[in-house]
């Protein structure tokens, strides 16, 4: 077991670096060590009775949970203002535990359209092969989401900084929405880590693909749930049987009853010790040693990443071959409301932009970049560039892409953390490149 501090500080600076955990109490270590097990020792067959009982809470096998692990969920439930968090094995993971902790076949969810690739197919297709429907509506409009809801709706869902259109979702409206219908507000923060804290504005739950900001080096795939503990399953105790009625998987628990000893921890609870438990997308220890590396970085990154996208897109703006610039730092009337209420803290890495020349220039823009990685990811410390037309997006009929904001001039940025001059003469020798093929023509 680990020692955990004494930590009075609200400041995400230092909550990055010390939250959860002070030193190895074995070795006096201060870096987190990796806790490489798979079990752990249960001591006499009576502790093994009352870890087993949830009389009391210890480590026993990896796959529910470890002290390594252990502290990067300490240290994210501090940093967002949680009660408890949940690591797991990749941002598809957590979103999928999200839901299925509280919808069963013959539910459905109410999502907002503007979703990731592959949560959509998630939304879309395998959610709805296991009986649980996901109902599609507009975020431009909150309201949808009361419209679309009935008693069979067990959550609603949405990406606070979805790209490629980048407007911040609505969480304030859809979770009061939720708070009347009695209906939790799970929001995907992946892209906005720290620059926005959607607890403070109501959401329920958070999700993380750890994959992309929180990493930042681009070297482990993970992802993270977060509970709030404000949302109040006992009051609507008919809409979640999932927590409100005995649990045959556990003996019976009610998990709303067992864990009034413990604090709001019921939807956690019931995620990890059931829901990770038989799914089993745990987190590995060394890819959570790897996070919490990058986490200690996080508040100085999104400071850097925010300042050098919002130049980059600016100089975008500037330039003959951009035909349009998309970023949170350029919106302007309702759009530009949203990102004021919710990017408290910068605007983000992300910037997309569309060239004149269609997706002959996406692509050879692509072709002429040096610095810039050419990758499907997001938010690494390095900058990072797509052409979604003719990759991400490639399989969805023209149509669908137009309506996911992908035009075929589409150039996707994830703006990195180096020096702001090296990025600004990648982009221009690439964009110059593309007057010269213009001319040659
Ligand atoms: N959510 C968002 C917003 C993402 O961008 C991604 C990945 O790109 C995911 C979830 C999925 O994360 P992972 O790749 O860690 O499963």
């Given at each position: 077991m680990t020692t955990t501090p004494t930590l009075t500080s609200k400041h995400v600076e230092t909550l990055a670096l010390h939250?959860?955990?002070?030193?190895?109490?074995?070795?006096?270590?201060i870096a987190v060590p990796?806790?490489?097990?798979?079990?752990?020792?249960?001591?006499s067959t009576q502790n093994a009775i009352e870890l087993f009982s949830l009389q009391k809470f210890g480590n026993v096998y990896t796959r529910i949970m470890n002290p390594t692990t252990d502290v990067l969920e300490q240290r994210m439930s501090a940093i967002e203002g949680g009660v408890m968090a949940m690591a797991l094995a990749s941002g598809q993971a957590a979103i999928t535990a999200s839901i299925t902790t509280i919808a069963q076949a013959g539910d459905n969810i109410v999502s907002g359209t503007d979703l990731y690739g592959g949560t959509w197919n998630l939304f879309a297709h395998t959610l709805k092969a296991m009986g649980i429907e996901v109902r599609f509506v507009d975020p431009?409009?909150?309201d949808a989401f009361r419209r679309a809801a009935d008693s069979k709706t067990r959550a609603f869902f949405g990406e606070t900084l979805p790209n490629p259109k980048l407007v911040p979702f609505p969480i304030q409206e859809v979770a009061l929405i939720g708070e009347e219908l009695g209906i939790p507000l799970i929001v995907d923060n992946t892209a906005a880590p720290l620059i926005c804290r959607p607890f403070d504005h109501g959401a329920h739950v958070v999700v993380y693909s750890t994959t992309k900001y929180i990493g930042g080096h681009g070297t482990s795939i993970g992802g993270l749930l977060i509970d709030?503990?404000?949302?109040?399953w006992e009051k609507h105790a008919d809409r979640f049987p999932t927590l409100s009625q005995p649990d045959p998987s556990y003996h019976g628990t009610v998990w709303i009853d067992a864990v009034k000893p413990l604090g709001p921890i019921a939807y956690a609870l019931k995620a990890r010790i059931s829901v990770l438990r038989d799914t089993g997308a745990c987190m590995s220890p060394f890819n959570a040693f790897m996070f919490l590396q990058g986490l200690e970085t996080l508040p100085l990154r999104m400071r850097e990443h925010s300042r050098n996208a919002d130049s980059i897109a600016r100089f975008l703006a500037d330039?003959?071959?951009?035909t349009k610039v998309i970023h949170p730092g350029l919106f302007t009337g309702e759009d530009k409301r949203r990102v004021e209420t919710y990017l408290t803290g910068g605007n983000g890495g992300l910037v997309g932009f569309e060239l004149a020349g269609g997706a002959e220039a996406g692509l050879a823009f692509i072709d002429r970049l040096q610095l810039l990685h050419h990758v499907a990811?997001?938010?690494?410390a390095r900058s990072l560039a797509i052409h979604?037309?003719?990759?991400?997006?490639?399989?969805?009929t023209e149509e669908r892409q137009l309506a996911a904001g992908?035009?075929?001039g589409y150039v996707r940025l994830s703006v990195g953390i180096e020096h702001y001059d090296d990025i600004e003469a990648d982009l221009t020798q690439a964009l110059d490149g593309l007057g010269q093929l213009a001319k040659a023509a």
């Open positions: 939250a959860g955990f002070r030193s190895d109490p074995t070795t006096g270590a990796i806790y490489q097990t798979t079990s752990f020792d249960l001591g431009s409009d909150p709030s503990g404000r949302f109040d330039h003959p071959s951009v990811n997001i938010g690494d979604p037309a003719t990759s991400t997006h490639q399989q969805l992908v035009t075929p």
